[in-house]
C-alpha cells in the first residue's frame, strides 16, 4: 500500500496528482539544478530491453542465449527475474524500469493512454501521445539529463516529445517522424533508415526493425557514446506471441536478441568504453501459452450492455473491457451509476470458466494500480484470466469461453498478475561497478532505475525501488 496523503487533489479535468506538478515540471520543463546530483560524467550505463525474454529462459538449456549467460557469468544476475508492475504489458514496464515506481505513481496503465469518452462511449487506447501526456513522475533520464549528461533512446516507450534526450528514435506508432531531427538524418546518411518515412520503416520486418533500432544504437556509442542509452528490442516478443516461448521459432527469436546483443558489445569495444560501461539486459515481462480465450464483451453485449456497429466493432458501451493478455480492464462509462454496474459485472462474471478473480478498487493499490477515483484512467474493476485463458476484446460470437483462434488472442500471452512467476522477466547486470558472480533471489523491477542512477552519481534519486546494492561492488 503507499499513502498518497498530501500529494493528490481533483482538478476540473479530472484527477491531478499534486506530486506529479510540482516535481515533474521542475525536473523536465523548468530543469533541474546540475547541483542537485554529483553525476559521473565519464561513466555509462547502457539499458537493453528484450520484450518478453522471460526470466525462465536464462535457464533453459536450449534458449541459445549464449552472449547474455556470459555477461551473467562476468557480472551478476537475479535468478528468479524481475517481479513486473501490473499490469506486466510493454508500456507500463518500461515506464517502470526508468522510473522506480509501479503504474499507482507513473500512471502508465497500456501501451498507449486510455481515453474515457462521453457518456456511453467506449474506452480505447491511444498510442500516439507525448511522455508528458504518460508518464505522471520524472524518469531517470530526466533527471540525468537535468545533471548535464548525454541521453539517448532507441526505441524505448513512452518517450515521445521529451526533451530529455539528446538523441531519440523512440517507440510510438509514428517513430522516425518523431525522432531527434539529426539522429534522424544521420541514420539515413548512415544507411540504417531507408529515408524518412515511416511508411517505409513500417514495411520492414520485426526482425528488420530491431536490426534497425540495433544498428542506431551501435552508431551512437560509436559517434558520441551518451552515458544513459535505452534500448529496446521487439522480435523475441513478436515471436513468443505468435508461437509461443520455448517453441523452435521462440528460441530462434532469443539467438537473435542475444546476436543484437553482441553487437552492442563489439560497439562499445569500439568506441573504446567497455570498461567504462555498465551493462543491464532486462525485459519488461515473462510469458505464457493461452490455448483459450474469455470474452466478456461478448456477455456484455448480450445483456445489453454494449453494442456493435457494422464493422463490427463496439460503438456504444454502458460498459466495456479492455483486453491486457492476462486481465481485462472494465470500465463503466455511465459515471453516475458506476456502483450499481460494478456490482452488476461482478455478479456476471464470478465463478465463470477461466475467471481467476475479480479485483475491485479496493485491492488495487496492493497490486500497485491506482484508484478509478484518483485517477480517470483507471478501471473500475480488473478481471483477472486463469493461466492457459487470455482475455479477448472481441465482442463477436455466441460464448463466453472460446479457442485461442476464435477469440482472436495470442498463443503465447502476458499481462497476468505479476505474483505469476512466468511473468518474471530476465535480469543480468555485467561490467562497470558490478560485482562478478554476484546473483540476488529476486528484486522488482522499479530496481532498476535507482541502481543505474547510482552507477551514474545521481546519488540523490528519489523512488519507490532500492538499488540492488548486493550487486555492486563495495566502492559503489
Not at 534522424?184 to 520486418?205: M, N, P, Q, V, Y
Not at 520485426?206 to 521487439?234: E, F, K, S
Request: proline content about 5%; some cysteine.
Amino acid at each position: 500500500m503507499h499513502d498518497h496523503t498530501g500529494w493528490q487533489k481533483w482538478s476540473a479535468s479530472g484527477f491531478v496528482p499534486v506530486f506529479f506538478v510540482a516535481v515533474f515540471l521542475s525536473a523536465t520543463l523548468i530543469g533541474v539544478s546540475s547541483n542537485a546530483f554529483t553525476a559521473e560524467k565519464d561513466q555509462h550505463v547502457v539499458i537493453i530491453s528484450i520484450d518478453g525474454l522471460a526470466a525462465y529462459l536464462l535457464d533453459d538449456p536450449k534458449a541459445p542465449i549464449h552472449t547474455i549467460r556470459q555477461l551473467a557469468r562476468e557480472g551478476a544476475f537475479v535468478k528468479s527475474g524481475l517481479k513486473v508492475s501490473n499490469p506486466s504489458v510493454t508500456w507500463p514496464n518500461h515506464t517502470s524500469l526508468v522510473t522506480g515506481v509501479h503504474p499507482e505513481k507513473h500512471g502508465v496503465l497500456a501501451n498507449g493512454v486510455l481515453v474515457r469518452g462521453a457518456e456511453g462511449v467506449p474506452v480505447i487506447i491511444d498510442s500516439h501521445k507525448d511522455q508528458r501526456d504518460l508518464v505522471r513522475v520524472p524518469t531517470l533520464c530526466d533527471i540525468a539529463h537535468a545533471a548535464g549528461l548525454k541521453t539517448g533512446e532507441v526505441n524505448w516507450p513512452c518517450t515521445r516529445g521529451s526533451k530529455s534526450f539528446d538523441d531519440s528514435f523512440p517507440d510510438v506508432p509514428d517513430a522516425v517522424k518523431h525522432s531527434t531531427p539529426r539522429f534522424r538524418e544521420e541514420l539515413i546518411s548512415a544507411g540504417i533508415l531507408k529515408d524518412d518515412t515511416d511508411k517505409t520503416f513500417k514495411s520492414d520486418s520485426i526482425v528488420g526493425r530491431d536490426a534497425t533500432w540495433t544498428a542506431a544504437a551501435c552508431y551512437l556509442i560509436r559517434q558520441r557514446m551518451p552515458n544513459l542509452l535505452l534500448l529496446h528490442l521487439l522480435n523475441v516478443d513478436a515471436t513468443h506471441h505468435s508461437r509461443g516461448a520455448q517453441s523452435q521459432e521462440g528460441y530462434t527469436a532469443n539467438a537473435y536478441a542475444d546476436a543484437c546483443v553482441a553487437q552492442v558489445l563489439r560497439a562499445l569495444d569500439d568506441a573504446g568504453v567497455r570498461e567504462k560501461t555498465t551493462i543491464f539486459i532486462v525485459a519488461d515481462h515473462g510469458f505464457t501459452r493461452t490455448t483459450k480465450a474469455i470474452r466478456p464483451n461478448v456477455l456484455l453485449r448480450e445483456a445489453g450492455l454494449l453494442s456493435l456497429g457494422p464493422k463490427p466493432r463496439i460503438v456504444d458501451a454502458r460498459v466495456n473491457v479492455v483486453p491486457e493478455g492476462g486481465i481485462g480492464l472494465v470500465y463503466c462509462n455511465h459515471r453516475g451509476d458506476v456502483d450499481a454496474d460494478r456490482k452488476r459485472v461482478q455478479a456476471m462474471f464470478q465463478e465463470l470458466e477461466g475467471v481467476a478473480g475479480i479485483l475491485t478498487p479496493d485491492q488495487f493499490a496492493e497490486h500497485g494500480m491506482p484508484h478509478p477515483r484518483e485517477y480517470a484512467q483507471s478501471p473500475d474493476l480488473i478481471l483477472v484470466a486463469k493461466d492457459g485463458y487470455g482475455v479477448s476484446g472481441s465482442a463477436e460470437g455466441e460464448t463466453f469461453v472460446t479457442s485461442q483462434e476464435a477469440g482472436r488472442i495470442s498463443l503465447g500471452s502476458h499481462g497476468f498478475l505479476a505474483t505469476y512467476p512466468r511473468m518474471n522477466a530476465l535480469c543480468v547486470l555485467s561490467g562497470r561497478g558490478i560485482r562478478r558472480g554476484a546473483i540476488v533471489p529476486t528484486a522488482e523491477n522499479i530496481s532498476i532505475a535507482p541502481t543505474a542512477a547510482k552507477l551514474l552519481g545521481l546519488e540523490n534519486y528519489q523512488a519507490d525501488g532500492k538499488p540492488l546494492n548486493t550487486l555492486l561492488e563495495e566502492a559503489r
